[in-house]
């Protein structure tokens, strides 16, 4: 049994060997739709993965009080969309001033400027520096980690100290010979001393989360004086079952703020980090889905090149089909041998398209600065399929083949 079921193994790597032009060609088409499987996949995971780290780092106690909410709805063309104020220095000021709810931490912040060039002595950055105003709870409230030195303290803010806390890269680019604790960097001409340096974070979109400078707000606000600049507010709880009670609350200090009177629809949003993370799933969920739908069409056309080049293959060698039967070759024999070169032409494919289509996920991933992980799921599903677009290309001409009659095949030409 084992010994003709090896025999039929070694007739069907012979009879692909002799058609091999046509395997080829039936083994890339298979390959396109696995790789469009797996690549689109990688890709999609790794794009979850990232902006999935980056806000649940910030822990699912936190929420943030913004302009906008994450998402806006559609309106239609007669309806004037609603445009909120910016949240001020003084709307965050009030807020952080009223706003006393058990067990939290507000945090206040604003981007300086996203162009900054950095000094140390007579080295300089590239004008790519990001500058934060922030107060003491900032790091914590983001999810940041000290590598080296200390973060702010009430202290340090309130006096409006010339302290700095920098990110990684920034450490690495200028002061790269030096320990970065003690050393005097130059912002705008104001000169800060390095009190910390952050844990790497990494990019997100190309944005480089390690080039910034974490100063005062307060001296952040006499270097950047531009008009309307919003300012962002988080809150952090340290107890979990009380983040429902600090939102309700935080809404009802910042209306208070605001001035707004009951019937008034908040002028702002409020967002929760796991809200953002939940949101960010369902998209990648219709990624996910189109994902399957091209590499489904792609998989139907290699199917069906396969079957085509199977029912060629046994119009083509009839003859021998009839020699082997009038040998004694029983029907299921025959049809294993035609069954095995569906199995090992689509399993080929299946394997190139694996192999191609995490090279190009990887590929996406290093040039987008994605988190990539290995596709586990997508790489089954692919080996799944592949094996089953070979039994179902397979089936029909294993059939016609076993079905021929010896005598007729031994006539044919």
């Known amino acids: 049994m084992f010994s003709l079921f090896r025999e039929n193994i070694r007739i069907a790597f012979n009879s692909i060997r002799t058609q091999l032009l046509r395997t080829i060609l039936t083994v890339l088409i298979i390959a396109i739709g696995i790789t469009a499987l797996v690549g689109i996949l990688s890709a999609v995971s790794a794009l979850e993965n990232t902006i999935s780290s980056d806000f649940s780092s910030m822990g699912a106690n936190t929420f943030n009080i913004q302009r906008y909410e994450f998402t806006t709805q559609r309106q239609s063309g007669k309806e004037v969309q609603k445009i909120n104020p910016i949240i001020s220095y003084r709307d965050v000021k009030d807020f952080e001033d009223t706003y006393k709810f058990p067990f939290t931490k507000v945090s206040v912040s604003f981007v300086g400027t996203q162009t900054a060039e950095v000094k140390y002595e007579n080295t300089k950055t590239d004008p790519e520096v990001t500058v934060l105003g922030v107060n003491e709870n900032f790091i914590q409230n983001s999810g940041l980690e000290i590598s080296e030195g200390r973060e702010f303290n009430v202290f340090d803010i309130d006096n409006s100290s010339t302290l700095c806390v920098i990110g990684s890269d920034l450490a690495k680019s200028i002061l790269s010979d030096v320990n970065p604790i003690g050393q005097t960097i130059s912002v705008r001409g104001a000169k800060f001393k390095v009190i910390g340096v952050l844990k790497s974070k990494g990019s997100t979109f190309g944005n480089n989360q390690d080039l910034r400078v974490m100063i005062p707000i307060q001296k952040a606000r006499t270097l950047f004086t531009s008009p309307n600049i919003n300012y962002s507010l988080s809150v952090k709880t340290d107890k979990k079952d009380m983040l429902e009670g600090a939102q309700d609350d935080a809404i009802l200090t910042f209306r208070n ?28 969920g219709y990624l996910y889905v189109a994902a399957w739908v091209i590499s489904m069409i792609t998989i139907l056309g290699s199917s069906i090149a396969l079957m085509n080049i199977l029912f060629v293959s046994v119009t083509e060698r009839t003859r021998e089909i009839g020699v082997r039967k009038a040998l004694g070759a029983k029907k299921k024999t025959i049809a294993t041998q035609f069954f095995m070169e569906a199995i090992i032409i689509g399993q080929l494919g299946g394997i190139l398209g694996i192999m191609l289509g995490v090279l190009i996920g990887y590929a996406v991933s290093a040039a987008a600065d994605f988190q990539f992980s290995t596709p586990w799921l997508a790489m089954f599903s692919a080996f799944t399929i592949a094996f089953i677009v070979a039994v179902v290309a397979g089936l029909l001409p294993a059939i016609k083949a076993a079905k021929l009659d010896p005598i007729e095949s031994l006539r044919y030409e």
């Not at 703020?257 to 960010?280: H, K, T």
């Open 257 to 284: 703020v605001r001035a707004l009177n009951p019937v008034e629809d908040n002028d702002f949003g409020l967002e929760r980090s796991d809200d953002l993370i939940n949101r960010i799933g369902s998209i990648t």
